[in-house]
């Protein structure tokens, strides 16, 4: 007898009323997309939980990509067997031997299916009586037991299993819309489309480069770090926009105090334009309240002036530390600190004003006629595909 399935139980969705059936659905894709490479397994929906049928797989490395999977609340491996008194003590003994540590336990038994002869508090004690027998040193503690043996007996089978690993909690991703998420090269802005995600929205994202003062380097920083962040999606598709043009003109036309303001600006109204034509609803950064000149409220506001889209921040109000320890969790921290240059750190000038007048940026940025370069510049963004595991996929201007 071995472990043969894993079982995944839900959480947050199964609260999800009549959005229940599409929620569990998509879960049920993100599943299988995530698990591609395991050619043996199947999955089964339930209504309240779903298997993974093992089919000879080990389950060590699935459980490893499961935690990565939002809406998923916890999973553990288990035995399933005929609704077989004979065969469900075995299961039970084989799943407290396998517990190498646990010297108490206890049994649970859930007994949905009430054809089954034996009642549920007797049951645990005819389990409990035959694990007592069968091993050596354990004993039974029904309060704060080593390992909790739980036997699920439903219509056509009985599940037996011990530990329960924790998922990653959230919504499945693509249950709650899209975003397009502003991924520089940085620490944060990967952090952000991560929790974003969490909360079941699908990203593409956005980055703005400017060869040659960007080298390839820090673009292959920025393909890696979607890369990574597939792990918790299925594909992220990158709208790489080449930013040089504008930048050096904002650069020389607009005084210097008032340069990065215009450049953000910019940033928003290309994203802006990629989000309606891709049909999606909302802007996401990494910004984080009073972290840097760009981010104070004055500037948060000057800079927000140009767009009505949502712009959700996940970030906002959290602390520098807190976000690097999202960072390192989600493997994205040793990427965003490889050393090259982001097209904002190029052109950001020795004092750029912490508190810009949204009326003195549109003077400014009233004075020069931009309209043709950003033209030109969206015009000129590449789509890139990441898929997981598989690669990269070039589609240049797929969009416009
Ligand atoms: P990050 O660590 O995400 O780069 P940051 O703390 O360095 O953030 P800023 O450089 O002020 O902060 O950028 C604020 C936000 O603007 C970023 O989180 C990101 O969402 C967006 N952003 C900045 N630079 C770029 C870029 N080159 N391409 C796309 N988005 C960018
Ligand atoms: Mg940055």
Redesign the pocket.
């Known amino acids: 007898m071995e472990y043969d399935h894993i079982v995944i139980r839900y959480g947050e969705i199964a609260l999800k009323g009549k959005n229940r059936k599409m929620f569990t659905s998509r879960l049920q894709e993100n599943v299988a997309a995530q698990l591609k490479q395991f050619k043996a397994i199947k999955i089964s929906m339930h209504r309240d939980q779903m298997y993974i049928v093992l089919n000879g797989e080990k389950p060590d490395e699935i459980i490893e990509k499961l935690k990565n999977i939002f809406g998923i609340q916890s999973m553990s491996v288990a035995i399933k067997t005929d609704n077989e008194v004979e065969l469900i003590k075995q299961a039970a003994l084989h799943a407290l031997q396998s517990e190498q540590n646990a010297k108490t336990f206890k049994i649970t038994t859930r007994r949905t299916n009430k054809e089954f002869p034996i009642g549920s508090q007797e049951f645990n004690h005819v389990l409990g009586g035959h694990l007592l027998s069968n091993t050596n040193g354990h004993s039974v503690d029904v309060h704060h037991p080593d390992v909790e043996i739980k036997v699920d007996i439903r219509a056509k089978a009985t599940y037996i299993t011990s530990r329960k690993i924790l998922g990653a909690g959230g919504l499945p991703v693509g249950t709650a819309g899209k975003t397009l ?12 489309g991560f929790l974003a995600m969490k909360r079941g929205v699908q990203i593409e ?6 060869p040659p003062f ?1 080298s390839e380097r820090a673009k292959q920083k ?1 393909i890696d770090l979607a890369q990574r962040l597939t792990e918790y999606g299925a594909k992220i598709k990158i709208h790489v ?1 080449p ?1 040089t043009k504008l930048q050096q003109k904002i650069h020389q036309e607009i005084p210097h105090g008032y340069s990065m303001t215009v450049m ?1 600006r910019m ?1 928003m109204r290309i ?1 802006e334009t990629v989000a309606k034509d891709r049909d999606i609803l909302s802007l ?5 309240l009073g ?5 104070t409220m004055e500037s948060m506001h000057a800079i927000n002036d140009v767009t009505n889209y949502p712009i959700i921040r996940p ?1 906002i109000a959290m602390d ?1 530390e807190d ?1 690097i320890k999202i960072a390192e969790q989600i493997k994205t921290y040793d990427i ?1 600190i490889r050393p090259y240059e ?4 190029v052109f950001v000038p020795k004092a750029p004003k912490t508190k810009p007048k949204s009326d003195k940026v549109q003077y400014f940025e009233g004075l020069i006629d931009f309209s043709d370069d950003l033209k030109e510049t969206i015009e000129g963004i590449e789509t890139i595909d990441i898929k997981k595991d598989i690669g990269i996929d070039k589609e240049l201007n797929d969009l416009f």
């Open positions: 998420l502003l991924l520089s090269g940085g620490i944060d802005s990967p952090v952000a994202a956005i980055h703005f480069h400017s960007t920025v926009v930013f953000r940033m994203s996401t950064t990494g910004e984080s972290q840097v000149a760009s981010q970030l520098k976000i965003s982001d097209c904002c750190t």
